[in-house]
Structures are given as C-alpha cells and as structure tokens.
C-alpha cells in the first residue's frame, strides 16, 4: 500500500525555468513532509521539509508547498539549474513514528 | 566528520550464502535507519536504533534478517540464507532526536545483488 505518490516518474526542464514536482499523500495522520535528492550512486539528501502546521515553506531557490485539505504538496525549483538534474524522493512521517514513507521519485532532467 | 559511511559499496553473492553490511553514522547521531531500495521504488524502512536499542522493525525485515549496533556506534545488518529477492540498495542514515526538521543523513548505500 503505497501512502506517498509521485505520478510523475519523469520531469524535463530547461534551465532558468521553474520545476514543479508533485506529490500526493493518503494517510491524513502524516503531519511532517520533507523532499530528497539523490544523485546516481549516492545516498539521498535532505533537501527541504514542511510541518503541517504550516503551508509554505521556502530555502533560497526551493520551495515546498502544502494543501492539507488536498493530502498534495509540491516543490518548486526556481531558477532551474542543470545541478538540480536528480531523483527527488517526497518522504512523509507521522508524529511520534521513527520512520519515513517514501514515494517513488521524479526523475528530473534540467536542460541547459 | 565524513557523514554516514556504508560498506562495502557493493556485494554479489550466491543464492544461500550469508552477507554482512556495515553502517558507521555521524559520531553525534543518536538514532540510527536501514532502509531497503529496489528498482523503481523509494526506499522503504527496516529497522531503527535508538543508541544501542533496537526500537522498530518492519514486518519487511523477516526472520533472515538481523541488525545489530553494539554501544550505539557503528551498525551491522545481516541477511541469512540469501534469495534473489533480497537484491536491492541497503541505505543506512543517521539523525539526532531532537531534530525532526533537518532529516536524516543517509549513506551511499551497499549494493547486494544475489545470483
């Protein structure tokens, strides 16, 4: 059963335009979200995370948005650059739980 | 400090045969993750540490698997019997209690193809 999606397997942007990666949740007892990036033969890296209290959430060129009601959140990758060509992992958690749920990633291509 | 380390990077093995990874998280890091990522997929959760204490297991950890983190430093994941199934990227990731916001840190992974 898979509680975090990514629908979007792959992403292409060209570079110095905006990225938006989307994820949907089903399991409303998540209250935490956070976005990874994983290069090819590395681990994955915290890129940025949203408590549910709050619905935006911004560090420099990315920013995580959150729809509650809509069991949605997105990145936005403003400018694109070709650095940011990665897998990003959307990963939820529920208060008081040790461990994340994972989607399956969004490839993103950024096209210089 | 070098971040979370994970060894060996990669391990082939024989169907039936016995393997060992090893974690060593940031020194600092109380709390301590194996994940398991297959092809396609994001990773998913095995087992935590809290310091020395095996605290959560997943029912994906089945009795072929075991992990241990003697004094709450380095961890070790051991996989009996191997299968085919079992082939997949072994994460490690470290973080500290009390900082939810900032994630874990993860290690580049052992990959363990089982033929």
């Known amino acids: 059963d898979q509680q975090v999606k990514q629908n979007s397997p792959s992403l292409s942007v060209q570079e110095g335009r905006i990225s938006i990666l989307n994820c949907d949740y089903t399991n409303s007892m998540f209250d935490y979200f956070l976005w990874y990036k994983k290069y090819p033969a590395e681990g994955p890296t915290f890129l940025i995370s949203?408590?549910?209290?709050?619905d935006k959430n911004e560090d420099g060129r990315f920013t995580v948005f959150l729809n509650k009601s809509a069991k949605h959140l997105s990145l936005h990758i403003v400018p694109s650059q070709p650095g940011d060509s990665a897998v990003y992992f959307c990963?939820?958690?529920?208060?008081?739980?040790?461990?994340?749920?994972f989607g399956t990633g969004t490839r993103l291509t950024v096209i210089p | 400090d070098t971040g979370v380390s994970q060894n060996p990077r990669h391990k082939i093995t024989k169907r039936g045969q016995n393997v060992t990874f090893r974690c060593d998280p940031i020194?600092?890091?109380?709390?301590l993750y194996w994940y398991r990522q297959t092809l396609g997929q994001g990773p998913e959760f095995l087992t935590y540490?809290?310091?020395?204490?095996?605290?959560?297991k997943s029912r994906l950890l089945s009795d072929r698997f075991s992990a241990e983190r003697p004094k709450g430093s380095f961890s070790t994941l051991e996989i009996q019997r191997t299968e085919q199934g079992d082939s997949a990227m072994y994460l490690c990731a470290s973080s500290l209690s009390s900082r939810r916001n900032y994630g874990y840190t993860f290690g580049s992974g052992t990959r363990l193809t089982v033929v």
């Open positions: 949203i408590s549910s209290i709050k």
């Open positions: 020194s600092e890091h109380n709390r």
């Open positions: 540490f809290q310091n020395e204490a095996q605290l959560e």
């Open positions: 990963a939820a958690s529920k208060s008081g739980a040790n461990n994340l749920f």
